[in-house]
């Protein structure tokens, strides 16, 4: 699959797209599942009605930001391979810094894609693990996460959460999952983002980490951002 670069910045990507979507629907509500609940802010979409769900993982972290956030009408923690997620029911997927820090992504993210309309968007934001970042924080001990977390970020981030990183928390493995499936990817972005990048030991490890390995893992980034679409077509694969 060929990949999409997007000119437009993150900030506005989102939405740009997201009103795309709309202007091709009769003008009725957007319904929204927000997938990774610990980070990303609302959508900004002002004439656009939108009616907000949320599912991520049981962590007492995660629960009390959802506890705070006021834009979801209702939300579910658990297992997400069993939270309940009714099929065909969003027109648009917020999934949030969530497959580096799950176990079994390729099957929760099919789960979710159950749960999109034909046509419908994911805007997807992980971090990768094939970036110098990406690689520290999967390989630094959890003892450690814990003990220097707080130093390394904005007060009332959510955190430490957990560091998987499976295959699919990269491009190679979102592409090859994406062809997989039939989804197109309209947009790709290589962002560096999160309060951790602006410390200066931070920074210095991912550099250290870039340099040790030759370049295999860059430090010019931490962030995927991508902008993927479900197909209409009954000939792609049922999702």
């Not at 009616?51 to 629960?63: F, K, L, M, Q, V």
């Not at 065909?88 to 176990?103: G, P």
């Not at 094939?130 to 924080?137: C, Q």
Request: glycine share 6%; hydrophobic share 40%.
């Amino acid at each position: 699959m060929s990949e999409v670069r997007s000119v437009a910045q993150r900030g506005d990507l989102f939405g740009q797209r997201v009103r795309e979507h709309w202007s091709g629907l009769p003008g009725r509500r957007l319904d929204v599942l927000v997938a990774g609940c610990a980070h990303d802010e609302p959508l900004a979409l002002e004439e656009i009605e939108t009616r907000a769900t949320g599912a991520d993982e049981e962590i007492p972290a995660i629960r009390a930001v959802l506890e705070e956030r006021a834009d979801l009408v209702s939300w579910s923690l658990g297992d997400l391979r069993c939270v309940p997620l009714p099929p065909r029911s969003y027109d648009v997927i917020q999934l949030s810094f969530l497959l580096e820090r799950i176990k079994h992504a390729e099957l929760v993210f099919d789960r979710l894609l159950q749960s999109l309309r034909p046509g419908g968007l994911v805007l997807l934001r992980m971090r990768d693990r094939k970036s110098a970042y990406g690689l520290l924080d999967r390989i630094t001990p959890s003892l450690l996460r814990r003990m220097f977390w707080r130093m390394l970020v904005a007060p009332g981030t959510p955190g430490p959460l957990p560091s998987v990183y499976e295959p699919l928390a990269s491009s190679d493995g979102i592409y090859a999952f994406c062809l997989s499936r039939g989804l197109m990817i309209t947009d790709d972005q290589r962002n560096t983002s999160g309060p951790a990048r602006r410390r200066r030991l931070t920074v210095a490890a991912v550099a250290l980490a870039s340099k040790l390995s030759n370049g295999r893992y860059p430090a010019t980034h931490d962030e995927i951002t991508m902008v993927i679409r479900k197909p209409q077509h009954h000939f792609a694969r049922v999702l």
